[in-house]
Nanobody, 121 residues
């Protein structure tokens, strides 16, 4: 099986910073892409940032210039550095990985349990 374990959420004041981390473990042959999504109460889940195996990244317009996604391939880990946080960044952040467990098995999505980020004074 595959597990995604997240850490780093919490309560922070507007303008503050947080760093989220997500580690994938288990039987993993290759990871196509890892990323972060978020869902605020009453809203749909939205993409925050993704990083592909090539190293290319993708960000939601609302976080460009404030958030940075990075990965450690050796540890199957992805980090999300969040700076200049705003109250509207408050949400449950979930890690996603699209990966292959075995060479002959098609890639599929796996999700972490989610971590709460609250931006409030």
């Amino acid at each position: 099986q595959v597990q995604l374990v997240e850490s780093g959420g919490g309560l922070v004041q507007p303008g503050g910073s947080l760093r989220l981390s997500c580690s994938a473990s288990g039987t993993i042959f290759s990871i196509n892409v890892m990323g972060w999504y978020r869902q605020a109460p009453g809203k749909q889940r939205e993409l925050v940032a993704t990083v592909y195996s090539s190293g290319s990244t993708n960000y939601a317009d609302s976080v460009k210039g404030r958030f940075t996604i990075s990965k450690d391939n050796a540890k199957n880990t992805v980090h999300l550095q969040m700076n200049s946080l705003k109250p509207e960044d408050t949400a449950t952040y979930s890690c996603n990985a699209r990966l292959k467990r075995l060479p002959a098995v098609p890639p599929r999505d796996y999700w972490g349990q989610g971590t709460q980020v609250t931006v409030s004074s």
